[in-house]
């Protein structure tokens, strides 16, 4: 659960950049792909988009925002229990083969359900 008014930390999983390349028949293909930004629509009318993320760690002090991308919420998920967050990836492939070269844009995307609430205390004297 997430918790109002505490950084969440934002990141997707796996490599910003990948390259691939394939011979057969005497043709040689090279894809080289690069993630460029990353935009979470967080589920309740807001979103943050990001180039650059830090993956959340145990060693990192609880309460410290991302030094890249986070988000904090103002309000629980009420009354539906959960916001849907989702993740937007943009990718460009630059391709070669045969002497040829281009540039391909390519979108991925993916979403969570987030539980989100609140944390109270009670002061009690005795």
Known sequence: M?????PLWLWVPGDAAMS???????ITITLD?????TTFA???GKSVTCARMTPYSAGVK????????GYAYSWPSLPDGTYRVTA????VVDW???GFSGAIPVTMTGARDLPVGELHALNVAR
């Open 42 to 44: 967080m589920g309740d």
């Open 62 to 69: 609880p309460g410290t925002a991302s030094p890249t991308c």
């Open 2 to 6: 997430a918790v109002v008014g505490h």
């Open 96 to 98: 070669t083969a045969l």
């Open 20 to 26: 691939s390349r394939v011979t057969g028949y005497g």
């Open 33 to 37: 792909a690069r993630r460029t930004s």
């Open 88 to 91: 937007s990836s943009r990718w």
